[in-house]
C-alpha cells in the first residue's frame, strides 16, 4: 500500500488540482472559504464599558491572553511556510494551507484590533512572550521544531524526515492550536458566560470555527503521513509524540498559574487547567494513543459555544444535549 504521495518536494508535481487525491483537503478548503469573516464586522467598541468594569486581574489575563495570540499567531504561519507547505505535493493540501495562512493573518490583525481598542499597553503586551518565562518557554518549545527544520537539513525522503515533519504538525497543529490555543479561547470565552466582552467574544468564536478546521487538517495530514509511510512509526517514536503532549500540558499549567494567579469569577487556574488535559486527552485519542488524564470537561459550555458553529463533531462528541443543558445553569 505503500505509495507515498502526500510528502514531497517536487516544484512541477502537484500543479493540477484534479483528480483529487485527498478530498478531506479539497472539502476543508471549501469549508474555509465559507468560513471568511473580517474583524471589523464585529463592534469592538461596545464592550469598552465591559473592560472598564472588569477588576485588575481580570484586565490582567485579557492582557496576557493578547500577549500569547499574537506572536503566535504568526509563528504558526512560519511553521507552516518553513515545516509543511515546501514538503507537502497535493494540490488540494496547497490550497487548504494558503487559505490556512491567510486565516492566521486575519487572527493577527484581529488581535491587533483588540489591542487598539481596549486601553491595553501594547508594548508591555508585546513584551511578555520574552519577558514571563511560562509564556517564553511555550514559545521556545515550538521554535526548536522550525529550527529542526530551517537550520539542519530535512531531506523529506529519510524516515528521520518524515519524523520530523511529523514532529513539526505535532507541535504546531496538535499542541499549540488543539491545547493552548483552546485553552486561551476558553478563558476568552468566559467572560461572555457572565454576559461581559461579548463582541470580543464573537471574534473569538470565529477564531475557534477556523481553528478547528486547522486541527482537523492537521490531524488528517499526519495520519495520511503515517498510513502512506509505515515506517515511521515505531514504538519508539509514538513515546516520543505523547511524551511531547505530555510535556505541552505542563507547560501550559504553568502558563495558566501566571494567566489567573488568584483566580476570577467562576476560573481559575486548577479549572482551565482541568480543560486543558481533557483537551490533550481528546488530542491523544485523535492521534491513536490511550488518553492518559481521564478527567471530565470542567467547561461544558465550551462545547455550547461551538454547537453554535456547528464544530462539535470534531472537538466534542460527547452529550452535546447534556452540555446545552449545563450552559443553562449558568
Ligand atoms: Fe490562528
Ligand atoms: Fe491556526
Known sequence: MTNPRILGTGIAEGLLLKPVTYPWALDLYNQ???????????????????????????????????????????????????????YVNAAECHLYLAKQMWEE?????????????FPIDRKAAYASHITVPSMAAKEEFEVKFIRRMTEQ????????????????????????EGIWFYSGFMVALSFRQRN???????????????????????INLILTVLEENPEVASDEFAEEIRSMVLDAVEMEEAYNRDL???????????????????????????LGFEPEYGVTNPAKWMATANDTLQLVNFFESINTSYEVDARSSH
Open 105 to 117: 493573518a486575519n487572527h493577527c490583525m484581529a488581535f491587533e484590533y483588540v489591542l487598539e481598542t
Open 260 to 286: 489567573l494567579p488568584n483566580g476570577i469569577l467562576g476560573l481559575n487556574a486548577d479549572y482551565i487547567n482541568q480543560y486543558v488535559k481533557y483537551l490533550a486527552d481528546r488530542r491523544l485519542e485523535e
Open 196 to 218: 461581559l466582552l461579548r463582541n470580543f467574544a464573537s471574534l473569538i468564536d470565529w477564531i475557534v470555527r477556523d481553528e478547528s478546521l486547522h486541527l482537523n487538517f492537521g
Open 32 to 86: 474555509a472559504v465559507a468560513n471568511t469573516w473580517f474583524p471589523h464586522e464585529v463592534q469592538l467598541g461596545e464592550d469598552l464599558a465591559d473592560f472598564a468594569r472588569l477588576t485588575d486581574e481580570e484586565r490582567h489575563a485579557v492582557t496576557h491572553l493578547m500577549s500569547y495570540f499574537n506572536p503566535n499567531e504568526l509563528l504558526v504561519n512560519k511553521a507552516l511556510a518553513f515545516g509543511v507547505y515546501p
Open 153 to 176: 537539513t530535512l531531506d523529506i525522503n529519510t524516515v528521520e524526515g518524515k519524523r520530523d515533519f511529523v514532529r513539526n504538525l505535532v507541535a504546531y497543529n496538535v499542541i499549540l
